[in-house]
């Protein structure tokens, strides 16, 4: 799945070519790609069409359009992308995608009609979903703009992230401390921080040298504190490149991929020479994802000691 990142590349691409432009029609083909509105796809359609795209927004890994009229907001279309997922924009003209599941043909006031905003995903993992919107309960400062709004009602429990304003680095801190759990699990937990994913856990883990099996309560506070902050710098280095792309599915909204992954320092370097000591990194599972790390720079937690009694 794509993570803060890759999600903030596909909304700067909406923001620039998509909003602002009115929804003329709507067709989604199947029924997997509305699944998740369990209205089903034609009220979907009819809920788009003849809407104008006000907003394009993201919180951590989730991203919606704030659609309305006349200004005044109507709700939200909520794209999940799954782990295949992309948001195209296209000239109305161009061949369909094989994996074409969602269309939405826009007219720009300037322009006129001629562009669409296509959902395709190879797995189906992904989907479209209406939401209504609500007041955002962490907005900060510097986001009353873009927060104006509000939210999804279908994610107001998701924390926010760490390039967010409304991020509370210490209350987060103060959070994990608080817990028994290993501290790739903390970060990985959307509810507590969101935005980042397997990769960017793994390369803040290893900027901060520690192994992700390390309780959180065993850490400093201030060992929590740079972990997120390396965290935080990570994605924001992989933004400024595009975002980290493996294969073919992840583009941004022109079908560019991104080219943080030549500057990765742990996730899929297994068997490849630590960049800081030399030592070959290494991969273990870690719930049912693989984690990678230094066996020098971060070692593992010690087992803790069987419990020994007499007879």
């Not at 089903?40 to 951590?60: H, I, K, N, Y």
Request: glycine share 10%; charged share 25%.
């Amino acid at each position: 799945m794509p993570e803060l990142p890759e999600v903030e590349v596909v909304r700067r691409g909406l923001e620039s070519h998509v909003v602002g432009r009115h929804v003329d029609a709507v067709t989604l083909t199947g029924v997997r790609v509305a699944r998740r509105h369990l209205p089903g796809p034609r009220d979907l359609e009819s809920r788009l069409t003849g809407q104008d795209v006000l907003a394009a927004d993201r919180r951590g890994k989730y991203l919606w359009l704030v659609v309305g009229r006349d200004e005044i907001p109507s709700g939200a279309l909520v794209l999940h992308l799954g782990m295949s997922g992309q948001l195209l924009v296209q000239p109305a003209t161009a061949a369909p995608q094989k994996h074409l599941h969602a269309t939405l043909d826009l007219t720009d006031p300037a322009t006129g009609p001629g562009s669409q905003l296509r959902f395709v995903d190879q797995r189906t993992f992904g989907g479209l979903a209406w939401a209504d919107l609500v007041p955002d309960p962490a907005t900060g400062p510097g986001e009353e703009g873009r927060r104006a709004f509000g939210i999804p009602a279908s994610i107001v429990h998701i924390a926010p992230d760490p390039l967010e304003p409304a991020f509370d680095r210490a209350a987060v801190v103060r959070r994990m401390k608080a817990r028994h759990v290993a501290v790739k699990r903390a970060l990985l937990d959307q509810g507590l921080v969101s935005g980042i994913g397997n990769i960017y856990a793994d390369e803040a883990l290893w900027r901060a040298g520690v192994h992700g099996l390390r309780d959180t309560d065993a850490l400093t506070r201030p060992a929590l504190g740079r972990i997120l902050d390396h965290a935080a710098d990570v994605m924001r280095e992989a933004l400024a490149q595009g975002g980290t792309s493996f294969d073919a599915l992840y583009v941004n909204v022109n079908g560019n991929s991104g080219y943080f992954d030549r500057s990765l320092d742990a996730y899929g370097r297994q068997g490849l020479p630590c960049r800081r000591c030399g030592t070959p990194m290494r991969r273990e599972a870690f719930m049912n994802r693989s984690s990678h790390s230094c066996p020098r720079c971060q070692p593992r937690p010690r087992a803790p000691l069987a419990a020994s009694g007499s007879r």
